[in-house]
Nanobody
Framework: QVQLVESGGGLVQAGVSLRLSCAAS????????MGWFRQAPGKEREFVAA????????YYTDSVKGRFTISRDNAKNTVYLQMNSLKPEDTALYYC???????????????????WGQGTQVTVSS
C-alpha cells in the first residue's frame, strides 16, 4: 500500500511559479511510475505529467510542455511538479498518482494508476 500526500499549492498571480510536492509512504516508491493530474471545477480530471521509476523518462500534456517539469527524488520518496509561467487556465486541484510496476515507462490514463493523493489546490489569478 502507498499513501500519497501533496503539498505546495496556493493562490498566485499569473506568470509566477509554484512547486508541488508529493510525499509517498512505503519502501517500494522507487519502483513506481508516478503522475500528476488536475481537475478544474466542472471539468473532468486530466493528465498533466508522468515520470518513470528512475526519473529519466518524462511525458507532458501539450498545454504544459515547456512550462512544467516533473521530477523525483527516490531517496526522499518524493515527486515534484515545478510549474512556471502559470496561467489562469492552470487553476485546478492537482493530484499525485502512483502506479505499480508495469510494461511501460510512464502512464497517462487515470485508470492506469493504483494510488492517489487527496490533491492540492492551485489557483492562478489574472
Amino acid at each position: 500500500q502507498v499513501q500519497l500526500v501533496e503539498s505546495g499549492g496556493g493562490l498566485v498571480q499569473a506568470g509566477v511559479s509554484l512547486r508541488l510536492s508529493c510525499a509517498a509512504s512505503g519502501r517500494t516508491f522507487s519502483n513506481y511510475a508516478m503522475g500528476w493530474f488536475r481537475q478544474a471545477p466542472g471539468k473532468e480530471r486530466e493528465f498533466v505529467a508522468a515520470i518513470n521509476w528512475s526519473g529519466d523518462t518524462t511525458y507532458y500534456t501539450d498545454s504544459v510542455k515547456g512550462r512544467f517539469t516533473i521530477s523525483r527524488d527516490n531517496a526522499k520518496n518524493t515527486v515534484y511538479l515545478q510549474m512556471n509561467s502559470l496561467k489562469p487556465e492552470d487553476t485546478a486541484l492537482y493530484y499525485c498518482a502512483a502506479r505499480r510496476p508495469g510494461s511501460y515507462s510512464y502512464y497517462t490514463k487515470i485508470n492506469d494508476y493504483h494510488y492517489w493523493g487527496q490533491g492540492t489546490q492551485v489557483t492562478v489569478s489574472s
